[in-house]
């Protein structure tokens, strides 16, 4: 405030002596920063008494008149430049918020569709998850088609798990979480992805910490590889390599205490950084129409935050993708000791 007064004070001098346009263009500029600063209008009359106190000091060649005129226009300068500045800027943000009630309006009309879509969806499952389980009874356990009925079932479990993810993920449920031990419930859910995995693809899972336990959902974290690593193969247009790895995190990632961090990179083309920034907003997706919902990462970051844990992105263009899980340790796996 003290650095406009002075400012609003100076320009005042050099217009009231020479009526320099320049000087009036100044305390636009003032009038404008006064509003970016949020100042109230009535700190106005304080820079006004200041600026004239200024010129009063002085002895002017210009009749008593003349002075208190030009010192009038630079008070209607700094007047009209700061309505219109406050006008401006009462536009954006209303326009701001009618942008956000209409962001809010879709993303309540898109989790109703979605909503429903899940359940019809977790209608269908039912019969294949009871046709697969009955056929498990009926078939040799050593034959080809237990396998095969095996991996239907188990497709079905885990479909209808990602199902109810999304429906707790729409209605803010709170998971029921436990001690789970991480590179054991890794390797399950990986060697679940790899069901998926497309012949020009290959999936890694590299273990380094097998002894860590964390608080956390069997089913949850398959959703979460799942998502990503689908994500990637997606990326990579259906030709690479996906990376998924298990290790003891940094203390710089987790300074609260010990955590596991679980890395799943591809070496696809990688995201610029405006799509990187919205990569883990709800329904946001590059892809073409009815080819992706956009919940894949939203709900992977809601999963996570519940776990108390945080998720990054690591990406440029022309160099992969890095998603990132850090995952706080709740203790050693006493079963290993």
């Given at each position: 405030?003290?650095?406009?007064?002075?400012?609003?004070?100076?320009?005042?001098?050099?217009?009231?002596?020479?009526?320099?346009?320049?000087?009036?263009?100044?305390?636009?500029?003032?009038?404008?920063?006064?509003?970016?600063?949020?100042?109230?209008?009535?700190?106005?009359?304080?820079?006004?008494?200041?600026?004239?106190?200024?010129?009063?000091?002085?002895?002017?060649?210009?009749?008593?008149?003349?002075?208190?005129?030009?010192?009038?226009?630079?008070?209607?300068?700094?007047?009209?430049?700061?309505?219109?500045?406050?006008?401006?800027?009462?536009?954006?943000?209303?326009?701001?918020?009618?942008?956000?009630?209409?962001?809010?309006?879709?993303?309540?009309?898109?989790?109703?569709?979605?909503?429903?879509?899940?359940?019809?969806?977790?209608?269908?499952?039912?019969?294949?998850?009871?046709?697969?389980?009955?056929?498990?009874?009926?078939?040799?356990?050593?034959?080809?088609?237990?396998?095969?009925?095996?991996?239907?079932?188990?497709?079905?479990?885990?479909?209808?798990?990602?199902?109810?993810?999304?429906?707790?993920?729409?209605?803010?449920?709170?998971?029921?979480?436990?001690?789970?031990?991480?590179?054991?419930?890794?390797?399950?859910?990986?060697?679940?992805?790899?069901?998926?995995?497309?012949?020009?693809?290959?999936?890694?899972?590299?273990?380094?910490?097998?002894?860590?336990?964390?608080?956390?959902?069997?089913?949850?974290?398959?959703?979460?590889?799942?998502?990503?690593?689908?994500?990637?193969?997606?990326?990579?247009?259906?030709?690479?390599?996906?990376?998924?790895?298990?290790?003891?995190?940094?203390?710089?990632?987790?300074?609260?205490?010990?955590?596991?961090?679980?890395?799943?990179?591809?070496d696809g083309p990688g995201m610029e950084a405006?799509?990187?920034?919205?990569?883990?907003?709800?329904?946001?997706?590059?892809?073409?129409?009815?080819?992706?919902?956009?919940?894949?990462?939203?709900?992977?970051?809601?999963?996570?935050?519940?776990?108390?844990?945080?998720?990054?992105?690591?990406?440029?263009?022309?160099?992969?993708?890095?998603?990132?899980?850090?995952?706080?340790?709740?203790?050693?796996?006493?079963?290993?000791?």
């Open positions: 405030m003290r650095e406009l007064a002075q400012r609003y004070a100076e320009q005042m001098l050099i217009y009231v002596r020479s009526e320099d346009e320049a000087a009036l263009a100044a305390i636009v500029g003032i009038g404008c920063e006064i509003v970016a600063s949020d100042l109230p209008i009535e700190e106005i009359a304080g820079l006004q008494e200041e600026a004239v106190l200024a010129v009063s000091r002085l002895h002017w060649t210009e009749s008593p008149e003349v002075v208190v005129r030009r010192s009038a226009v630079c008070l209607a300068e700094l007047l009209i430049a700061y309505s219109v500045a406050y006008r401006d800027r009462a536009e954006l943000v209303a326009r701001e918020r009618r942008r956000i009630a209409q962001h809010d309006r879709r993303l309540a009309a898109l989790g109703q569709l979605v909503g429903g879509v899940a359940h019809e969806l977790n209608n269908l499952l039912q019969p294949i998850r009871g046709m697969a389980e009955l056929g498990l009874r009926d078939v040799p356990p050593s034959g080809t088609l237990h396998t095969y009925f095996a991996i239907v079932f188990s497709s079905a479990e885990q479909a209808a798990c990602i199902v109810r993810g999304i429906l707790g993920y729409l209605r803010q449920e709170a998971p029921q979480l436990r001690p789970l031990a991480i590179a054991g419930a890794l390797e399950k859910s990986v060697d679940f992805a790899r069901i998926g995995i497309v012949p020009g693809l290959r999936l890694r899972l590299e273990i380094v910490d097998r002894d860590a336990v964390v608080i956390g959902d069997e089913s949850e974290l398959t959703q979460v590889v799942l998502n990503l690593v689908q994500n990637a193969g997606r990326a990579m247009q259906g030709r690479g390599d996906i990376v998924v790895r298990l290790e003891r995190a940094p203390a710089a990632m987790r300074p609260a205490g010990a955590a596991v961090r679980i890395t799943v990179g591809d405006a799509v990187a920034a919205q990569a883990f907003e709800p329904f946001f997706t590059t892809r073409p129409p009815g080819e992706g919902t956009g919940l894949g990462l939203a709900i992977v970051r809601e999963i996570v935050r519940a776990w108390g844990g945080e998720v990054s992105l690591d990406t440029a263009p022309g160099r992969g993708t890095r998603v990132t899980i850090a995952l706080p340790v709740h203790h050693e796996d006493v079963g290993r000791a």
